[in-house]
């Protein structure tokens, strides 16, 4: 238990958050080295009640709790604000909730602080909105919102970095919407450690979740992403937040894809789709076609329907496979997930008889978008037998369908809307699964799709 005026401390890893109560070289959780760092875990003052009663808020305030039957609980109906912005009230799961704590992380300049502060302002012509800045001066974020074009009358901005000086802030202002900008940046006096730390982020994060929870205010935290991916620091912010958002896209290329990575209020991997132009963040609402790389078919090139949240999404794979000097050849995927390209390799090998083992293969994903389904694996075969041969596919062909370790090609979910949208788009042939292929016949509309079992089969209507 812990004693009163004395602070809790513990060793936290900064990769995945996971907690010890003595300093080791190696996280047991997550497995990385030299991540762990002491962390004052609450504040001295904290007093005697339990540490999970304290972060929620009710110690001391009200009756301990007691367990209720869950058909007893009065149910409040959510209540969603519109951001103004279709896109991100599409990720959002249909607008944003009164008191979630939503995450947006991002790379460096991928357009976070661009998309909240076009948010926030059309937010503010409904509802008090505060934009609190710790990594910008006004004069920048007042100059961007000038040059976007945004209307500055309802702006509230306040250039901020300590917890209780915004929170003191809000409580007189009661903006029912905060963007705190970013939360790297934020600190807390109740705490020694410097600012960026895991802890004084984590406990900077905690503190503002509090206050949306009590308040039922509305807050974005931008957070940046490392390297690896996660957003930097402690991956604990993940599980303290509501939602959390990842900002994607290629450096060169002017297209942002926004997903949903966790919703507790909707869908996740649902898609978001923006330009990044000279005035801002334009939502993209039809994205369908925009990653298609528009050069005539091409060896190494597969067209995909891909099916991220709620729609349908025309996707072009990539690959280039190329004698390799190495004798490891090497196995690169960008936008898919590594490891299953290296199986699909093998089952290519196994049940195709087609080796690439002393080849180096890499596949993209046109247009930095990241493609999570399976349903990619046949058009990821397809594009690597393609360049392998040195022969484009079939004109206007699509393809779509899970390769499982036996060869054979399932059926992924809404196949009739992936073959639609592919009809739509003037696509005249479609390879998938047999199971996803319409009943009547090998049609679809002016689409002649080829029905596929095995892998074999696949390879040969290539
Ligand atoms: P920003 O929102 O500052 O990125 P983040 O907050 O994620 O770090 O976006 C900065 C980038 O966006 C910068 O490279 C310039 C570009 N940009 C435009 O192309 N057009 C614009 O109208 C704005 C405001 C930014
Ligand atoms: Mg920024």
């Not at 009230?89 to 249909?94: E, F, I």
């Not at 898609?271 to 005035?279: I, R, T, Y």
Request: glycine share 12%; hydrophobic share 45%.
């Amino acid at each position: 238990m812990t004693k009163p005026g004395r602070a809790r401390t513990a060793f936290v890893c900064g990769e995945c958050g996971a907690e010890y109560s003595k300093w080791q070289g190696q996280c047991g959780e997550c497995g990385a080295w030299n991540t762990l760092s002491q962390v004052v875990l609450e504040p001295a003052s904290g007093g005697g009640a339990p540490a999970a009663a304290r972060r929620s808020g009710w110690a001391g305030k009200v009756d301990p709790p007691r367990v209720t039957a869950l058909k007893d609980v009065t149910q409040v109906a959510e209540v969603r604000m519109s951001t103004g912005i279709g896109e991100l009230d599409r990720v959002l799961g249909g607008g944003l909730v009164e008191g979630a704590v939503v995450l947006v992380g991002g790379d460096p300049g991928i357009g976070k602080s661009t998309l909240l502060l076009q948010a926030l302002a059309k937010m503010a012509a409904q509802v008090p909105a505060l934009y609190v800045t710790g990594e910008e001066s006004l004069a920048q974020v007042a100059g961007r919102a000038v040059r976007l074009g945004l209307p500055l009358d309802n702006l509230q901005a306040l250039a901020e970095t300590g917890v209780e000086a915004i929170l003191h802030h809000a409580a007189q202002a009661r903006p029912r919407l905060i963007v705190a900008d970013s939360v790297q940046t934020l600190w807390t006096e109740t705490l020694t450690a410097a600012p960026g730390s895991v802890s004084q982020v984590r406990e900077s994060a905690a503190r503002l979740v509090r206050y949306a929870k009590e308040t039922g205010t509305a807050v974005f935290l931008v957070g940046h992403v490392t390297k690896e991916g996660g957003i930097a620091g402690p991956r604990v912010l993940e599980h303290m937040v509501d939602a959390v958002l990842y900002f994607e896209g290629e450096s060169g290329s002017r297209f942002r894809v926004l997903r949903a990575f966790k919703n507790r209020f909707g869908a996740v991997n649902e898609l978001g789709v923006f330009a990044m132009g000279d005035k801002g963040l334009k939502e993209v609402p039809n994205p369908s076609a925009i990653f298609l790389s528009g050069s005539a078919r091409q060896p190494g090139s597969c067209v995909m329907v891909t099916r991220e949240g709620t729609r349908p999404l025309l996707v072009e794979v990539q690959a280039l496979v190329d004698a390799s000097p190495l004798s490891n050849p090497r196995r690169v995927a960008v936008g898919l997930e590594q490891n299953r390209l290296a199986m699909l390799l093998a089952v290519l090998h196994r049940h195709g008889g087609i080796a690439v083992g002393d080849q180096d293969v890499f596949v993209n994903v046109v247009g930095g978008i990241r493609v999570q389904e399976t349903a990619a694996d046949l058009p990821v075969l397809l594009a690597v037998l393609s360049s392998l041969r040195d022969r484009p596919l079939p004109d206007k062909t699509i393809a779509f369908g899970e390769v499982g370790l036996s060869g054979e090609i399932r059926p992924v979910p809404n196949g009739e809307e992936r073959l639609r949208e592919a009809a739509t788009h003037g696509f005249r042939r479609a390879i998938v699964p047999k199971a996803n292929a319409p009943r009547g016949g090998a049609k679809y509309k002016d689409l002649e799709v080829i029905a596929v079992e095995r892998l074999a089969d696949a390879l040969e209507h290539a």
